[in-house]
Structure formats: structure tokens, C-alpha cells
């Protein structure tokens, strides 16, 4: 099955700095990677997508590349603000099964922005 | 408004007493599934549902039973829990079951067994 490896597991910043996280997956067939972020005692929310067919993909400060040779792809946050402050998860699809398909999560990346 | 919800959302039970944690979602979604999210573990499948009496194991089913009668509601029932169930316990959705797309997740149910 699929296995995704996230990193770091913790990052701090200063507000204003960007953020990297970075995850790499081993399923050459996976082709849909979510990421979500997930704030203190809350439930993991949808940020920002990318499929393979696409190499980057960006929304406002949040950044998404996807590097299918190397089977890597990573979430770039720039302009960091305190609320940034959250664990991320990045997922890779793979399908499985009658045509479905499973998401599996790396372990997550607590992001800590300082002020 | 489109949510999917969970009940109870805390509950912390003993050892082998039977307990139900029920699942809703009001978006008309085929896809639903648990999860379980552990410290330094992130979050691993339990059970999924592509559609309405169709339902498959995840990485980590063992312990848990799920059922899949209407196409809303997806409960996660654990016969006999034991203290490596104590967990967070999340349900999300998708719209299809067959094409990746965004899984909306439920508030989480924290669980403990004593």
C-alpha cells in the first residue's frame, strides 16, 4: 500500500518567513494530494489540493508542488502569520479495491509561527 | 448548512462495554470513512464506505464493525473496546467514492477506555 513520510514533524518561524513542509509518497499510480490543516482541538480542513497532472498550484500565501519523478511534493507558506500556526497533513490517493480509492496521511508537521 | 456531524463527542467508557459513535452527513456524499488520529501517528483509515451496503477495511480495522444503511449515516461501533482504542476518533466525506476529491471531516470524538 501507500506510504507517505512527512517532514519536519515540528517547524517554527518567525511571522513574516515562509514555511516549508515536505512529504514524499511511494505509490507511482497516486495522482491526488490534499493537504489540510488542522488548528488546535478542531477537525482537519482542506487548504489546498493538487493533482498530477499539474506541477504547482498556488492560493494567495499557500503553495503546492508536486514532483511525480521524484515522487515528492510540498506545501510553501509565505508571509507567516501567528494563525498559520497548526498541524499540517499532507495525503496521497491510491486506488484500491472496486475503483475506490484511500487517502493516506503523513504523521504531520506542527507549525509554530512566532510574533 | 453542509456538515457532517458525530455523537458523542467525548465519551470515556470501560473495557469491554459495547459503544456506538454515529455519523451524519447532510451533503448527499456516496464516500464516507473513520478515521483515527493517534499523537506522532497522524491519521490512519479505519473503515470506508463507497456507497449505501458497501463498506471495506482501512489500515487499522481491527477492534471496530461499521455499517452502512442509509446514505447519510455511517456508525463506528466497537463490541468490546480496550485501553489501545482510546483515541481521537474522526468521520469524514467525500462526494464519490470512486474519484478523489475533498473529504470533509466531522468535529472528532475523543475516546477513552478505562
Known sequence: ?115 | EAQVTQNPRYLITVTGKKLTVTCSQNMNHEYMSWYRQDPGLGLRQIYYSMNVEVTDKGDVPEGYKVSRKEKRNFPLILESPSPNQTSLYFCASSLSGTLENTQYFGPGTRLTVL
Not at chain 1, 501567528?82 to 503523513?106: N, R
Request: aromatic share 8%; net charge neutral; proline share 4%.
Open chain 1, 1 to 115: 500500500g501507500e506510504n507517505v513520510e512527512q517532514h519536519p514533524s515540528t517547524l517554527s518561524v518567525q511571522e513574516g518567513d515562509s514555511a516549508v513542509i515536505k512529504c514524499t509518497y511511494s505509490d507511482s499510480a497516486s495522482n491526488y494530494f490534499p493537504w489540510y490543516k488542522q488548528e488546535l482541538g478542531k477537525r482537519p480542513q482542506l487548504i489546498i489540493d493538487i493533482r498530477s497532472n499539474v506541477g504547482e498550484k498556488k492560493d494567495q500565501r499557500i503553495a503546492v508542488t508536486l514532483n511525480k519523478t521524484a515522487k515528492h511534493f510540498s506545501l510553501h507558506i509565505t508571509e507567516t502569520q501567528p494563525e498559520d500556526s497548526a498541524v499540517y497533513f499532507c495525503a496521497a490517493s491510491s486506488t484500491i479495491g472496486a475503483g475506490s480509492y484511500q487517502l493516506t496521511f503523513g504523521k504531520g508537521t506542527k507549525l509554530s509561527v512566532i510574533p
